[in-house]
DNA sequence: CGTTAGTTTGACGGCACTCAAAAGTTGTGG
DNA sequence: CCACAACTTTTGAGTGCCGTCAAACTAACG
């Protein structure tokens, strides 16, 4: 029943993506951490992947069993309602947390896909309490990085319309992202439009409009899922609600 | 400097408003510790109020110096944008948490206001990780808390028309003040339509519409601010969704 | 090469926003 | 206690963004 059981590397054994060489390690739990608090940390950690594409980390109404560090891919976090029609919550990348959605009442409230491949160490539930009084920064730390999470998470709610929210997500995921392709604003999606759409609360034909006319506007240019931001100073206006007329003039 | 220190009252004074026997305290901080763990909790938390009507607790890129937990009234954590327009974040009320959207980058996001006289109780920053070191039980709490109180800030973005979300906020709001108004699904509201329109994202015409709406459906009955669920039945087939078509025929 | 999932484009309708004004409520000072 | 001012709420009219329905197109996969 495990979720990805079969997936499960040794945890204990050797060195294998040791936290204090992994690249992510200023951005996921081991800062600020020295060289055998991050033994004790890796000791407890287990290492999950690679996942298939759309495997379930967790469903909703599941058991908090242990928290998540994406160390590579993209996790989707969603719900469904009665009618079929799905809630994105949130996409978490590299470095990022995925599970606190259940720190209370004890059950998770969001499904958990992954997005292509995916990645992640986990720390057991049960070992959490032990460990964070042994290691005192990690306390703090898992409480900064549930605060990163939360606020990143909110990007939805922000912006009035459809191309100020796309504006604001592009921003947002680049930011995210550029620790590993750090093109001169150029990146690849891990999501399908559809998701983007359900995240941020409009059809997906909404977004394929908004996309032609940032495109149209040469504000950006999109492949597929390859996104390349043209115009920044544009785009941040459009992001900021300062909408340039230009921009919508072509409409 | 600080915020409110003028209303600060003794922190270690005899037992005023002892944490054990408040009648928040299952759903504060202290839930779970015994008496001795809560007499050194009670040393380090700060007791603030009555704050008055519009004050600020603390506002946008202050320093994290606290958190705080609302002991009585509603705290707003609100943000501006360039055009003056309002974006509530979230409303505290009493027994839930509030400043830990500066737990990173150790910079507030949001302004926080009290709506109506407020008191708090205050655990200064540089408090929490001694404390939690000693009270572990401290630990799991705050990261319980944290976790309940951002799903219930979640609320706004569920839900896909006006009618739908404020059936969902008006359910939330009940749920959250029942344990002090337990009269038959009627309460008061602590906040202003324009603060709801703000947090729900849609503007005080329309709030003002669909209150218009569903007390002419006999839905709901709303004074001022008070709040009478009429018919909690048709409300929560609103809330999920399944508008039963009665309610929106004598639009 | 056929199928499927994802994306794009068009037409149409409705919900919500804007602008505007009036009515009701609260708070203040005379 | 009353009058005035400031704020909140309500209601109306008109417009526009976005959702729905529908169909064509593209890329990916077996």
């Given at each position: 029943?495990?979720?990805?059981a079969?997936?499960?590397?040794?945890?204990?054994?050797?060195?294998?993506?040791?936290?204090?060489?992994?690249?992510?390690?200023?951005?996921?739990?081991?800062?600020?951490?020295?060289?055998?608090?991050?033994?004790?940390?890796?000791?407890?950690?287990?290492?999950?992947?690679?996942?298939?594409?759309?495997?379930?980390?967790?469903?909703?109404?599941?058991r908090?069993?242990?928290?998540?560090?994406?160390?590579?891919g993209?996790?989707?976090?969603?719900?469904?309602?009665?009618?079929?029609?799905?809630?994105?919550?949130?996409?978490?990348?590299?470095g990022?947390?995925?599970?606190f959605?259940?720190?209370?009442?004890?059950r998770h409230?969001?499904?958990a896909?992954?997005?292509?491949?995916?990645?992640?160490?986990?720390?057991?539930?049960?070992?959490?309490?032990?460990l964070?009084?042994?290691?005192?920064?990690?306390?703090?730390?898992?409480?900064?990085?549930?605060?990163?999470?939360?606020?990143?998470?909110?990007?939805?709610?922000?912006?009035v319309?459809?191309?100020?929210r796309?504006?604001?997500?592009?921003?947002?995921?680049?930011?995210r992202?550029?620790?590993?392709?750090?093109?001169?604003?150029?990146?690849?999606?891990?999501?399908?439009?559809?998701?983007?759409?359900?995240?941020?609360?409009?059809?997906?034909?909404?977004?394929?409009?908004?996309?032609?006319?940032?495109?149209?506007?040469?504000?950006?240019?999109?492949?597929?899922?390859?996104?390349?931001?043209?115009?920044?100073?544009?785009?941040?206006?459009?992001?900021?609600?300062?909408?340039?007329?230009?921009?919508?003039?072509?409409?």
């Amino acid at each position: 029943m495990g979720p990805g059981a079969e997936f499960r590397t040794a945890s204990g054994s050797a060195f294998r993506h040791d936290c204090g060489l992994c690249a992510l390690r200023d951005w996921c739990w081991p800062r600020n951490l020295d060289q055998p608090q991050l033994q004790r940390l890796h000791a407890v950690i287990r290492q999950i992947g690679p996942l298939p594409s759309h495997h379930h980390v967790f469903r909703a109404n599941d058991r908090f069993t242990a928290l998540h560090a994406v160390r590579g891919g993209c996790i989707k976090t969603y719900t469904t309602d009665l009618g079929g029609h799905e809630y994105v919550h949130g996409f978490h990348l590299p470095g990022e947390l995925l599970g606190f959605d259940a720190a209370y009442p004890d059950r998770h409230r969001y499904n958990a896909i992954s997005l292509g491949e995916c990645s992640l160490c986990t720390i057991p539930y049960r070992d959490i309490d032990r460990l964070s009084r042994d290691l005192p920064g990690l306390q703090t730390r898992i409480l900064a990085l549930m605060s990163r999470d939360f606020s990143r998470q909110q990007v939805c709610t922000e912006g009035v319309d459809a191309t100020q929210r796309l504006a604001i997500f592009l921003f947002d995921v680049e930011a995210r992202l550029q620790r590993r392709f750090d093109g001169a604003h150029e990146f690849e999606l891990p999501m399908t439009r559809e998701d983007i759409a359900n995240y941020l609360r409009f059809s997906p034909e909404t977004m394929s409009r908004v996309i032609s006319k940032l495109q149209r506007a040469a504000i950006i240019s999109a492949n597929r899922r390859r996104i390349r931001l043209l115009d920044v100073a544009r785009l941040g206006m459009i992001a900021q609600g300062l909408k340039p007329q230009r921009v919508c003039s072509q409409n």
